[in-house]
């Protein structure tokens, strides 16, 4: 299991409450492309519409050898396949107040392209501050202990 593209801010910005594993719908020159590490999740998050979960702002590049593809939108909508069951559950939790659904990584699994999907609540500019402060101390004191 590697880690093709990782969401540095979604952990930053928020506090993540659940994850789980989406599958995602690519085109082949897609799937090569995220292989080769050229997605960028920064920006990205995911909805719930007509009854599916889709990937919404994710910048996914043509893939360079393929040469130009008449048409070919990088930011567009990709639709995740997950079961039911963890539908429904995401519907509710995107449905509360102050909860969003983000992505944190895609990675592989057995071969194929998967997708960690996490609940966060957003983080105050305060909150973000004392998580540094408090990283730095224990940091501060590992080093201390070491010597």
Known sequence: MSDLAYNKLARRDYDILDTLEAGLVLSGQEVKSVRGGQMK?????????????????????RYKPAGALAGY??????????????????????????LTLL???????????KLEV??????KEFEKRELIKKRDVEREIRNRLKR
């Open 73 to 98: 939108d990088p930011g567009r909508s990709r639709k995740l396949l997950v079961h039911r069951r963890e539908l429904v559950h995401l519907a509710g939790k995107a449905g509360e107040k102050g």
């Open 41 to 61: 999740l920064q920006g990205a998050y995911v909805t719930i519409a007509r009854g599916e979960a889709w990937l919404v702002g994710a910048h996914i590049p």
């Open 118 to 123: 996490g609940i966060g609540r957003g983080r």
């Open 103 to 113: 992505p944190l990584r895609v990675y592989t699994r057995r071969e194929k392209l």
